[in-house]
Every structure is written in structure tokens, then in C-alpha cells.
């Protein structure tokens, strides 16, 4: 191979590498279908965009979109908005719909909307066509006691206005069940709510449930109401058994001192007469060295056995005994000393 062969292969090299290069970094293709579509995107902006790591199809192909849509938007409001973490394609998308309802929405209120985490697209078609929430079942007892069972169907349509800052879904149907909580516990009876079943949407109109939410509620209809159980018997018996209960404790207690009590006083009677019993047993004791000192006769002595077995046969006949018992040195076949009376 010739030297002249030989550099013509290596320049062909060189300017088909330079190409791909191109191709690569610079988006023609794009670029073509932007010209075509009659949006002016340069190629020095489309290699800002890759020295700004933007994908430039997320820009041009949206800024086609609504172009052809009649929007008036600019590369630099979508890149923005992409470099600011949105979603241009489906702002653009929003954008779209609400020029076609004849909504009014700004780019930047739907930027906002976008950058704030709720769906700008859904925002805007919920605006065209309510939404249906429907609520748990939300159990109230009536002053009769009668629970109450209810579950609505509520017709939200987004506030566009208000869809910043603005409360969700969860916060419609917790202020919704508020009202029918309410509604039915203001009712005399259970029946008057199975009645007018109307009367709960008119009440939860009537408080303004969607101040502050990023809805408008259209209308509330009760969807089911069923009769539960009677909670207020329920409470009366599980409050008269815990009375029960309370009075059993108390008598238990009162029992128990009782007892205490019982046992403090047998104590006492048994202390007391173990202190008798020792008493009598110093009385022989006592004698005995009354005897000693001449304190104590023994005529006296005798006269006190007669008087104790007198008590003992007196004692023996009212119980109705036969023999009756008598005390040392008496009983039956015993005759008194002569001369044993007792002494005035």
C-alpha cells in the first residue's frame, strides 16, 4: 500500500471518528425535527444543554408540544424547571389541557404546583371532571344510644388556586366524618337520622368542610345507613358491673375487718384469761402463806371450801347434772365440823 493510499485511509478515519463525535454530542436529529416543526433551538444551545447534563429531548420535545398547542414557552423556563427537579412533559402536558378547558394556569403556578409533589395534570383534569371519594364507614351514637352507621360519597373538584399549601384527600374525608359524627350525635334518636339521611349532607354543607383544602366539594350524598349496636344499654350494664364489682371489693373488705377485728378480740380474752388462770394460781399460794403468818384461820379456810362446794352443787342442779361436782374436801357424805359457820 502506497503512502498516498495509506494517509487518504487514516484521514477517513479520523473525520468518520470526528463525525460520530458529533453525532453523539450534538443532538442533529433534534435539531432537525425542532427546524421542522418551526421551533428555533440552536446548536449552541443544545450543547449547553449536554455541557448542563439536560437531555435535550426533554426540552425540545415538550417545547414542540406546545408549540403546537399555541402555548408560548421558552427553552430556558422548561430547562429551569427541569434543572429545579420537575417534570416539564407533563407540565406541558397540564398546560395543554387547561388551554383547551379554557382554565386559566400560568406556567409558573403549574411549575409550582409541580414542584410542590401533586400531579399538575391531574389537578387540572380533575378540574374538568369531579372526583368521587368515598368514606369509610363512620360509626355515631345518637343521644338514644343507638349507634349509627354511615358512609358517603363526596364530589370533589381540585381548586387549582389553592393546590399549593392546600389539604389532600385524607383531610376532606376526616372533616366529612367529623360532620357526620356530629349530625348524628345532635339527633334526639336513631330514627330521625334513618328519616332524613339528607339532613347529614346538609349539616356537612353547611360547615364549610373544604375551607383550606385543594378541593371544592360539589355535593355529599349518604350512600349507606345502617343501625348498629345499642351502645348506651351496653355502657349502663358495663357500668352496673362495675358497681358490682366495686361493691363486692367493699364487702370483702368490709369481711375481712370483720375477721380481723374477731381475731383481735379472741386475743384479748385468751390473754385475758391466761392472766386468770396465773391469778388463781397465786390464790393457793397466797393462802398458804396467809396460814403461815396466822393471817388466815383454818376455820376460815374451811368455811371458804363449804362455800365453794355450796356453789358448785347450786351450780350442778341448775344444769341438771346428778352428782354434782364439789370442791376439794367436799362432796357427797361431806358433814361440816362442829361448830363450822361461817363468820358474820
Known sequence: MSPATL??????????????????FIPLGLWISALAAGVRVSIVTLIGMRLRRVPPQKIVNP??????????????????????????DR??????AAERANIPLPFERAAAIDLAGRNVLEAVQMS?????IETPVVAAVAKNGIEVKAKARVTVRANIDRLVGGAGEETVIARVGEGIVTTVG???????????????????????LDSGTAFEILSIDIADVDVGRNIGAQLQTDQAEADKRIAQAKAEERRAMAVAREQEMRAAVQEMRAKVVEAEAQVPLAMAQALREGKLGVMDYYNMKNLLADTEMREAIAHGDQEPQTASGGGPGFTRPEGDNPRP
Do not use: C, M
Not at 407540565?91 to 395543554?96: K, Q, T
Open 7 to 24: 494517509s487518504a485511509l487514516l484521514l477517513f478515519v479520523v473525520i468518520l471518528i470526528l463525525v460520530i463525535f458529533i453525532l453523539t
Open 63 to 88: 417545547l414542540i408540544k406546545a408549540d403546537k398547542a399555541g402555548l408560548s414557552l421558552t427553552v430556558n423556563q422548561l430547562e429551569a424547571h427541569y434543572l429545579a427537579g420537575g417534570n416539564v
Open 91 to 96: 407540565v406541558v402536558d397540564a398546560l395543554i
Open 128 to 132: 374538568v371532571n369531579p372526583k368521587v
Open 186 to 208: 345532635s339527633a334526639e334518636t336513631h330514627k330521625e337520622v334513618l328519616e332524613n339521611p339528607d339532613s347529614i349532607s346538609r349539616t356537612v354543607l353547611e360547615k364549610g
